[in-house]
């Protein structure tokens, strides 16, 4: 039932009228007005021009004529002052809220707002007490259910919202126990509510809506970010809503039906064109000239959104002779006229200017004029407090006015309708029955209230003369008082419960973010400290164990590359020990070729030396491996595992020429003894003394000589001499030249011998194996240091990273709380702006 029925004394009032009609109904002959009985609308001078009232009588009528003024006036008054006072509070409250959403907005492009998964499917977890009220609130969006939300719930529900948190964070340290797997806050999800209310992100992708989540964070922000400008845009719409005093009357309807002829008769003036031919082509909205600073101006608006009454820019200036042309002009130049007129009857006779509230007349095209114009007609639904639909009763409902009626359903369940040229039935009765049996099915809320809402009325009977005192037929009289009572009534309800209702919507939407935001803060600071406590010790370890690691791997590798170098030098000694071996066996070419068999040997001996040098290579390379095996073993020990770099493969590449060069020289083939202090004479002697004792023996020869010479006699002996010394030359030459194979292997593996052992040559391979693998080792020294660095690299960053979440997490739990705070005490202050009450002195009012 529609909620703003006037007070007693107006009810009694409209009972009677009532019955009046009804009675008319019957009979068509109107029934004089009872003036005793009527209240606020009709004028005291017409009741005091009465001619049946006696002097007396007339007096106490203008008594309580006077005092009905006065009671207007005060009830205006208090009114007024409350409904401004409910405005102002409004006001506040959306700046504040458009405010903490500009703050979530920013909030937003800083650190991306969680937003909460809601399940499609019902599920068996229990809903938080938040949900329930924003429930209540969804199911009494529709203002028109009359009972305002049961606030002190969701209220008292918001204040619980922090213990509601904190059992979320038990559940949480148990799911988060239970499964480490999945997000907690993915099982956390359905314990939110299941819908948000205003902050629903809908992600359509052709005519399938899908859910946001399959998103990545980064665009669900984005799409928040779209949605809180909405809100931020939809609140701007509220606030200039609350903040325009006027009530905006949509006067619509079948071409012809007679809606300029209606706002004529409701402005007492021949004001708008009024033709049988279509002749209304622009929207047409009449305004009080107060609200023009007095002047009766009129404005032609080629951009209705850019109109600014104090900016002459944005309009035409038009004479109000030429109104008539302007509104029946065709052309597409302006969208929309504005009058400003000035209503010279009292305040409580007037409805543009009665004290109350500035009202606005729209007149509009015919509904079947064009789909343009209709559609139009349909756009202006949000901004308008009442619609007044004007049927003709000869026409009754044409489509376009059935499906108006219909559309209009879902934005504004109660239509003020006037059924004009009601003059022009003859079957009074029937037509009022066919026509309110349409409405029954069009806006059956409307049917209800069909008393007050439903008027059949004649508005080219009223009287538009200057100056003319004339009453008023009754019914429009009636109309008239119901008209403004429904715009009142409406004021309130079409202004401020839908922002009231918005805001309330909007702050429990916000507080379930914040909410949510709040846990999956908590969530993210339990699960970075958490893993903080978990890798602490990891990498505690890691650092100490740093250094001796970096020591160990050192001195593996410094005793291998010693070792190494320690067994070359040795077992090299040995091998030129050994080195006669490579020469034991070379057959002698003879004395042509004894300089080729000279070098010959030395080359021998040098490849047996180079072939001990590539085996102590090979020793040295398999020592290196195992060494590199060890020392990657010690450093997986203690990091994770990590390929091996150094090969040994490359090792002694390119070969190199190591071979011992000795050089043969003439001396090698004699194996005598050649001092330099000794005479050649000397040599001679030896040379001979060897030469003989090879061939003969000394004594034997020494024998010989001195038998000869006792013999041949000294004189014999002279000339013998020449002969025998020659003869020995040739011996020792003889002897010479058969020693020479043994002497030179003699000589030369001792001069071999002696360059490898005297010279620097053992050494040098010694230190150039020991080198070779001394690089390899180091390279996987350089190899588990870097691992190492890098481990310890990765857990500091982990380390820096997980204490940035903590740190972030504290501050947005901060955060969220703030604005669950200030969401939770603005919701507080929305709750007491008590609407009811507006409604209620608008009726008072008016009554
Ligand atoms: N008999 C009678 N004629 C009326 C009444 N009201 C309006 N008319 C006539 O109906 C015709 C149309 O009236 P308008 O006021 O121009 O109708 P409208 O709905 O504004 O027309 P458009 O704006 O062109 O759609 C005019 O000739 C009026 O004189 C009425 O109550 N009784």
């Known amino acids: 039932m529609y909620g703003v029925k006037p007070l007693g004394h107006f009810r009694r009032n409209s009972d009677s009228n009532l019955d009046d009609m009804q009675d008319g109904w019957a009979s068509p002959k109107p029934k004089p007005l009872d003036l005793s009985q009527s209240v606020g609308f009709i004028p005291a001078s017409s009741t005091l021009q009465s001619p049946s009232?006696?002097?007396?009588?007339?007096?106490?009528?203008?008594?309580?004529?006077?005092?009905?003024?006065?009671?207007?006036?005060?009830?205006?008054?208090?009114?007024?002052?409350?409904?401004?006072?409910?405005?102002?509070?409004?006001?506040?409250?959306?700046?504040?809220?458009?405010?903490?959403?500009?703050?979530?907005?920013?909030?937003?492009?800083?650190?991306?707002?969680?937003?909460?998964?809601?399940?499609?499917a019902h599920h068996p977890h229990p809903v938080t007490r938040i949900q329930q009220a924003s429930q209540l609130v969804t199911s009494t969006s529709d203002f028109e259910t009359a009972s305002q939300p049961d606030l002190t719930s969701s209220l008292s529900t918001m204040s619980s919202a922090s213990s509601v948190l904190s059992s979320h964070e038990q559940l949480y340290r148990r799911m988060s126990v239970q499964s480490e797997a999945t997000s907690p806050l993915m099982q956390l999800g359905p314990l939110f509510k299941k819908e948000f209310n205003v902050l629903h992100l809908d992600l359509k992708i052709g005519h399938a809506s899908t859910s946001v989540h399959t998103l990545e964070q980064k665009s669900i922000a984005s799409l928040l970010d779209e949605k809180l400008l909405q809100c931020q845009r939809h609140l701007l719409n509220l606030h200039n809503r609350v903040a325009d005093t006027s009530s905006k009357v949509l006067i619509t309807g079948d071409l012809n039906a007679g809606k300029s002829?209606?706002?004529?008769?409701?402005?007492?003036?021949?004001?708008?064109?009024?033709?049988?031919?279509?002749?209304?082509?622009?929207?047409?909205?009449?305004?009080?000239?107060?609200?023009?600073?007095?002047?009766?101006?009129?404005?032609?608006?080629?951009?209705?959104?850019?109109?600014?009454?104090?900016?002459?820019?944005?309009?035409?200036?038009?004479?109000?002779?030429?109104?008539?042309?302007?509104?029946?002009?065709?052309?597409?130049?302006?969208?929309?006229?504005?009058?400003?007129?000035?209503?010279?009857?009292?305040?409580?006779?007037?409805?543009?200017?009665?004290?109350?509230?500035?009202?606005?007349?729209?007149?509009?095209?015919?509904?079947?004029?064009?789909?343009?114009?209709?559609?139009?007609?349909?756009?202006?639904?949000?901004?308008i407090d009442v619609v007044v639909f004007v049927v003709s009763a000869e026409n009754h409902f044409t489509l376009s006015g059935k499906e108006f009626l219909l559309n209009a359903a879902n934005e504004k369940t109660?239509?003020?309708?006037?059924?004009?040229?009601?003059?022009?039935?003859?079957?009074?009765?029937?037509?009022?029955?066919?026509?309110?049996?349409?409405?029954?099915?069009?806006?059956?809320?409307?049917?209800?209230?069909?008393?007050?809402?439903v008027h059949f009325v004649s508005s080219g009977s009223v009287d538009l003369t200057p100056g003319s005192r004339k009453l008023d037929a009754p019914e429009f009289a009636r109309l008239e008082e119901r008209l403004r009572a429904f715009v009142l009534g409406n004021r309130a309800k079409s202004k401020l419960l839908p922002a009231k209702n918005y805001l309330v919507k909007l702050l429990l939407d916000i507080g379930v973010l914040a909410e949510a935001n709040m846990a999956d803060a908590s969530a993210k600071h339990e699960d970075a400290a958490?893993?903080?406590?978990?890798?602490?010790?990891?990498?505690?370890?890691?650092?100490?164990?740093?250094?001796?690691?970096?020591?160990?791997?050192?001195?593996?590798?410094?005793?291998?590359?010693?070792?190494?170098?320690?067994?070359?030098?040795?077992?090299?000694?040995?091998?030129?020990?050994?080195?006669?071996?490579?020469?034991?066996?070379?057959?002698?070419?003879?004395?042509?070729?004894?300089?080729?068999?000279?070098?010959?040997?030395?080359?021998?001996?040098?490849?047996?030396?180079?072939?001990?040098?590539?085996?102590?290579?090979?020793?040295?390379?398999?020592?290196?491996?195992?060494?590199?095996?060890?020392?990657?073993?010690?450093?997986?020990?203690?990091?994770?595992?990590?390929?091996?770099?150094?090969?040994?493969?490359?090792?002694?590449?390119?070969?190199?020429?190591?071979?011992?060069?000795?050089?043969?020289?003439?001396?090698?083939?004699?194996?005598?003894?050649?001092?330099?202090?000794?005479?050649?004479?000397a040599l001679s002697v030896s040379a001979m003394a060897m030469l003989g004792s090879r061939m003969m023996g000394i004594r034997t020869t020494l024998e010989s000589l001195m038998d000869i010479t006792s013999v041949i006699g000294s004189q014999n002996m002279r000339r013998l001499a020449l002969p025998l010394v020659g003869l020995a030359s040739a011996g020792f030459l003889l002897y010479v030249v058969n020693d020479m194979p043994h002497a030179v292997k003699r000589k030369l593996v001792r001069k071999f011998k002696q360059a490898a052992l005297e010279s620097s040559y053992i050494d040098q391979q010694g230190r150039r194996i020991a080198r070779a693998s001394r690089k390899v080792l180091r390279v996987e020294g350089w190899e588990t240091q870097t691992q190492l660095q890098r481990a310890i690299e990765i857990k500091e960053s982990r380390r820096n990273e997980l204490q940035l979440v903590l740190q972030s997490s504290q501050e947005a739990y901060a955060y969220y709380t703030t604005v669950y705070d200030k969401a939770n005490a603005l919701l507080s202050k929305v709750d007491i702006v008590q609407i009811d009450q507006c409604i209620k002195l608008d009726s008072a009012s008016t009554a």
């Not at 004479?319 to 597409?332: E, I, N, Y």
Request: glycine share 2%; proline share 4%; charged share 25%.
């Open 261 to 383: 002829t209606f706002v004529n008769a409701l402005l007492k003036r021949e004001m708008l064109p009024a033709d049988q031919q279509p002749c209304t082509n622009m929207f047409c909205e009449v305004l009080d000239a107060t609200v023009n600073d007095g002047f009766e101006q009129i404005h032609a608006i080629p951009q209705v959104d850019q109109y600014d009454r104090l900016n002459p820019d944005t309009y035409h200036l038009i004479d109000m002779r030429h109104l008539h042309k302007l509104v029946m002009d065709d052309s597409d130049q302006y969208q929309m006229v504005k009058v400003y007129t000035n209503d010279a009857r009292a305040t409580e006779e007037s409805l543009l200017h009665n004290g109350v509230v500035d009202i606005a007349l729209i007149d509009s095209p015919g509904l079947n004029t064009d789909s343009v114009k209709t559609t139009a007609v349909f756009a202006r639904q949000e901004e």
């Open 53 to 120: 009232m006696s002097p007396s009588s007339s007096v106490s009528t203008a008594i309580r004529a006077a005092a009905r003024t006065h009671q207007y006036r005060m009830n205006a008054a208090q009114e007024h002052r409350s409904y401004h006072d409910t405005c102002q509070r409004l006001l506040t409250h959306i700046s504040a809220v458009t405010h903490l959403c500009n703050e979530l907005y920013q909030g937003n492009k800083d650190r991306a707002i969680y937003y909460p998964p809601f399940p499609k």
């Open 530 to 681: 958490a893993m903080l406590e978990h890798d602490m010790p990891a990498y505690e370890q890691l650092m100490r164990v740093r250094d001796r690691l970096l020591t160990q791997v050192e001195r593996m590798a410094e005793s291998t590359v010693s070792s190494i170098r320690r067994q070359t030098i040795q077992q090299l000694r040995e091998a030129v020990e050994q080195v006669q071996d490579a020469v034991q066996n070379m057959d002698y070419p003879g004395l042509l070729f004894v300089w080729q068999y000279a070098q010959d040997m030395c080359d021998s001996m040098s490849n047996l030396l180079v072939q001990e040098i590539r085996r102590l290579e090979g020793q040295a390379k398999n020592e290196t491996e195992q060494s590199l095996v060890r020392i990657h073993e010690a450093a997986e020990a203690q990091l994770d595992v990590f390929p091996r770099v150094a090969q040994v493969d490359r090792m002694f590449l390119p070969v190199r020429d190591v071979g011992l060069v000795v050089q043969v020289e003439a001396t090698d083939f004699f194996d005598i003894a050649l001092d330099e202090r000794l005479s050649g004479a």
């Open 414 to 453: 109660h239509i003020f309708i006037v059924v004009n040229r009601f003059d022009s039935i003859r079957d009074k009765d029937r037509c009022k029955r066919m026509i309110l049996e349409q409405i029954r099915q069009l806006s059956p809320a409307t049917y209800d209230d069909a008393d007050d809402l």
